[in-house]
């Protein structure tokens, strides 16, 4: 997936869920490679990972959002939310937004 590296797409796969789904940042995810699997997984060489497949990732991205542009119907999805903030004593508010393609078959006007 790589040149010249060991890293597979498993691996690559295991370490960005690690990060965006469990909340792992990868100075935990490198103490955790150490200690159960005895492997030693440096975290800047780990965001030096991170880094490439946000710029593969971003291909994805563009033609979605280019797609969504031309469609003609865009249709937005709202969602509340609290969050935490370690800068304030309560959790304020926020937003997720998506825009997920219209239905088939859907006219426009």
């Known amino acids: 997936m790589i040149e010249n590296s060991y890293a597979s797409a498993s691996l690559i796969l295991h370490i960005l869920r690690g990060k965006h789904c469990d909340h792992l940042p990868?100075?935990?995810?490198?103490q955790i490679f150490k200690q159960r699997y005895g492997v030693e997984i440096s975290r800047k060489t780990m965001g030096g990972w991170?880094?490439?497949?946000?710029n593969w990732l971003s291909l994805i991205y563009e033609f979605l959002r280019n797609k969504i542009r031309a469609s003609g119907y865009i249709q937005a999805d709202e969602t509340f939310i609290k969050y935490q903030?370690?800068?304030?004593?309560y959790c304020p508010s926020g937003y997720l937004w998506t825009y997920?393609?219209?239905?088939?078959?859907?006219?426009t006007l």
Request: a positive charge; aromatic letters at 4%; charged letters at 40%.
């Open 26 to 30: 990868l100075y935990r995810q490198e």
């Open 50 to 54: 991170m880094h490439l497949m946000a």
């Open 85 to 89: 903030d370690s800068k304030k004593d």
């Open 100 to 107: 997920p393609p219209p239905p088939r078959g859907r006219r």
